[in-house]
């Protein structure tokens, strides 16, 4: 794919949602599709010529997502998996179990709580409430005030 010409920043990010928007992948493939698109537009705006090289540079500058930034990279939990307790121990079990596999660490426990009522609050709004609950159970057991 070489460039001839001079083609604005807007024209090339319209072609790559344009051959991203082709290949009717899902929402998450054609974002990347669309991202590893544009590095391969800015490989070979490089090649050709300082012109190119600076919309190379306008490229990577809109390329570099605040988002992939905000995220960071993806860090496994060292915490034991729970194989069903969240849905199937009562409140009380759930946050003694809770409090004895993160090791009371209260800010371990609550993250991964928040993360449950966040993932299914709309789709199970007793379940998001049990959680909710559990989060209190375990605050007033190490001795924390509600947030």
Do not use: C
């Not at 698109?37 to 190379?56: C, D, F, G």
């Not at 390329?63 to 860090?75: D, E, I, L």
Request: charge should be positive; proline fraction near 3%.
């Amino acid at each position: 794919m070489l460039l001839v010409g001079v083609l604005d920043v807007q024209e090339l990010v319209a072609l790559v949602d344009l051959a991203a928007a082709k290949r009717k992948r899902k929402s998450n493939m054609a974002f990347k599709l669309r991202n590893k698109n544009i590095a391969s537009v800015i490989k070979e705006l490089r090649k050709a010529s300082k012109t190119h090289a600076k919309q190379a540079d306008k490229l990577e500058k809109i390329n570099s997502s605040p988002v992939a930034k905000r995220m960071g990279k993806f860090q496994e939990s060292d915490a034991p998996d729970a194989k069903g307790k969240f849905r199937d121990l009562s409140a009380p079990a759930l946050a003694s179990w809770m409090i004895k596999s993160r090791k009371g660490n209260l800010s371990k426990i609550i993250s991964s709580l928040n993360q449950q009522v966040v993932f299914r609050r709309n789709k199970d709004p007793k379940y998001a409430s049990k959680m909710r609950k559990v989060m209190d159970i375990v605050r007033k057991r190490l001795g924390k005030k509600d947030e």
